[in-house]
């Protein structure tokens, strides 16, 4: 049997996007060899009114673990009971999402496993006894072909990269108790502190508005907020000088050390484009630099580059943007 | 406290990539290596919850070839006590070999902390950590940006996608350092001086079954050349046509 048991990542007793990314990338490797997609959702009572959503993504089967120790993450049980149920189901692979839970998550299955694990894969195939995933490595400058031998295979999948598809399944409810009392963890969350309020993650936004030193002050970032906002489906971002500075938070920033993001569009505003900054960025679709020196190294990788001064550009971009969405 | 570092000799990141003859990985001829960004922040890190303390110890621990004394060398002049090299051919690319001997040498080491970069950028898997907290049966809290130890116990923080948790373990504990703490330390001249001195041990690596590896490396497409639309405002109203029109994105 060749099944694939997929975790399904909640947060604050919803599925993030990167569950549904998951569930896809199971699907297509379980069509491929004939098996069937377990989804594994693990939260607070009231989780398993989620797994809808993971039947229509093409889940078989979804094992619910309901809990009042899983409110928050807890990755000590969590690991434990996945680890449990990838014992008892003889699965051919275990997908996690690329997100700083499932990376956190996914090497303490495969040790307790004694399995292989690869990370942050952007491709996957399975031919013969052999699980194939292209991994970047090198801050993305190469791209490894990586073989894991053995079963199960342990997986995290780099986000926005498998498109959630739906694909209507069956998705047999099926509740499983925790291993062990998740209460007792050792380690334990005790708070989480909800950042950007309803705004887009950096990993979910379809177009991200970065800025850099460029723009000279902190509170010039409120026009790149306005840009962000026009586009009605942006994120912003931020090189580390402008985080070192303390202009944004450290979770803004985007390169070698920070995000690793990969929109639709990305417009860097004031940004040199640091071998470290296009580490995180360079495999965005389309992107736009503005910056007032034309040899500035971003421009070698912007589809658009605009050579002027950010402060006068941006409010004309952002009026433009504006125009163009109206009637969205 | 009694505090391990786990430090990894990798490539600058800034250098030219060749393919090795091979093809299955990058070659090191005319590169330059350098302890992994990481590490030198757990590095930073131990050093700093040592300063605190007053009192303790630290051991750096680098698997690899003979060539990571060098890589040793600059954890003990930024000011660590001492260093073992676990001596093996070439690292592998399987994290669970990693962790495997790293997870031998430090059990029994009575360690209070054990301390990893969140990833090493060549790898560029991040799981090593992880995995040798598992092998130990030790708490292990990942990607930390923020620490305070008192009393035997830990609160870190940890950045997730658009939020942060808050996270209390205990020690002995194994963490894995993301950014978010103060810069590492250089090594200073009397650093350096001290670092001949301190003790550094070599012990032969037994590396088991590798079940992960690297069939092939490629570099990634190239994008197209970038283009520059024009100058000021006047090029706003054409990048945006171009927006809407080649790139459909608007
Ligand atoms: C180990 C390591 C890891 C790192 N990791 C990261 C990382 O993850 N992410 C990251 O971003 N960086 C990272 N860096 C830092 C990186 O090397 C660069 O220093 C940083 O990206 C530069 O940020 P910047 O482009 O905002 O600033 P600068 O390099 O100072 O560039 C500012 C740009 O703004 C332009 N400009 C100035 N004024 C204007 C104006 N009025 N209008 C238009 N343009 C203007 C300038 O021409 C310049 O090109 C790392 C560095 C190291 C050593
Ligand atoms: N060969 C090694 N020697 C010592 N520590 C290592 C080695 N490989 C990995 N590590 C540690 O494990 C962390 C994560 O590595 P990785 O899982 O390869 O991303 C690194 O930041 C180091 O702290």
Not at chain 2, 91 to 101: E, H
Not at chain 2, 107 to 124: E, N, T, V
Not at chain 2, 219 to 244: C, D, F, K, S, Y
């Amino acid at each position: 049997m060749s099944n694939i048991l997929a975790f399904a990542e909640a947060r604050g007793g919803t599925l993030r996007k990167v569950a549904l990314e998951t569930i896809t990338a199971a699907r297509q490797l379980a069509d491929a060899t004939g098996g069937e997609v377990h989804a594994l959702l693990v939260g607070a009572p009231g989780i398993g009114a989620q797994s809808s959503q993971l039947a229509a993504h093409g889940a078989d089967v979804v094992v619910v673990v309901e809990h009042a120790a899983f409110t928050y993450n807890n990755p000590e049980a969590s690991a434990a009971l996945a680890a449990d149920r990838a014992r008892a189901g003889n699965y051919r692979a275990i997908l996690f999402a690329a997100s700083a839970t499932g990376r956190d998550l996914a090497p303490r299955v495969a040790a307790k496993l004694g399995v292989g694990i690869v990370s942050d894969v952007t491709e996957l195939a399975l031919t013969g006894d052999t699980l194939t995933a292209t991994h970047p490595m090198y801050a993305g400058k190469m791209l490894a072909t990586v073989g894991i031998i053995g079963t199960p295979a342990v997986v995290t999948l780099r986000p926005n990269r498998f498109t959630p598809v739906p694909n209507e399944r069956a998705g047999r409810v099926e509740a499983m108790p925790p291993s062990g009392d998740p209460g007792a963890s050792r380690v334990v969350v005790k708070e989480l502190q909800q950042g950007g309020g309803a705004k887009l993650d950096l990993g979910d936004a379809p177009v991200i508005v970065a800025g850099g030193r460029g723009l000279k002050e902190a509170r010039n970032f409120a026009l790149v907020e306005e840009l962000a906002a026009a586009f009605g489906n942006a994120a912003v971002g931020a090189t580390r000088a402008v985080t070192d500075d303390g202009w944004r938070p450290h979770s803004d920033q985007i390169g070698q050390t920070g995000r690793l993001v990969s929109p639709d569009l990305y417009v860097a505003v004031g940004i040199s484009g640091a071998i470290q900054h296009l580490a995180g960025m360079r495999t965005s679709k389309t992107i736009v630099a503005i910056n007032r020196d034309k040899d500035a190294p971003i421009f070698k990788v912007a589809d658009y580059g605009i050579v002027g001064d950010v402060l006068e550009v941006l409010p004309v971009l952002t009026a433009a943007v504006r125009e163009a969405r109206k009637g969205h | 406290m009694k505090i391990a570092v786990c430090i990894k000799r990798v490539a600058d990141m800034e250098s030219r990539f060749r393919i090795a003859p091979g093809g299955k990985g990058v070659d090191d001829a005319g590169i330059k290596f350098d302890m992994g960004d990481f590490d030198s922040y757990a590095a930073e890190v131990a050093l700093q919850v040592n300063e605190k303390d007053g009192k303790g110890e630290i051991v750096a621990i680098s698997l690899g070839p003979d060539v990571v004394q060098e890589t040793l060398r600059k954890a003990l002049s930024m000011g660590i006590d001492r260093a073992v090299h676990l001596k093996c051919d070439a690292v592998p690319f399987d994290g669970l070999a990693i962790a495997r001997v790293l997870a031998a040498e430090l059990q029994g080491g009575a360690y209070d902390l054990i301390l990893f970069g969140k990833m090493s950028l060549d790898s560029s898997n991040g799981v090593v950590g992880a995995m040798t907290a598992e092998l130990l049966g030790l708490p292990c809290v990942t990607a930390i940006s923020k620490l305070d130890i008192a009393g035997g116990r830990g609160t870190a923080r940890r950045e997730l996608e658009g939020a942060a948790e808050i996270v209390e373990f205990p020690l002995p504990a194994v963490l894995t350092i993301d950014e978010g703490f103060a810069r590492p330390r250089y090594p200073s001249l009397k650093g350096i001086m001290a670092a001949k001195k301190k003790p550094l041990e070599v012990k032969a690596a037994q590396l088991g079954e590798q079940r992960v590896t690297v069939g092939a490396m490629a570099l990634p497409p190239e994008r197209a050349p970038g283009r520059i639309v024009g100058e000021g405002v006047a090029a706003v109203a054409e990048v945006v046509r171009l927006l809407q029109t080649e790139a459909k994105v608007l």
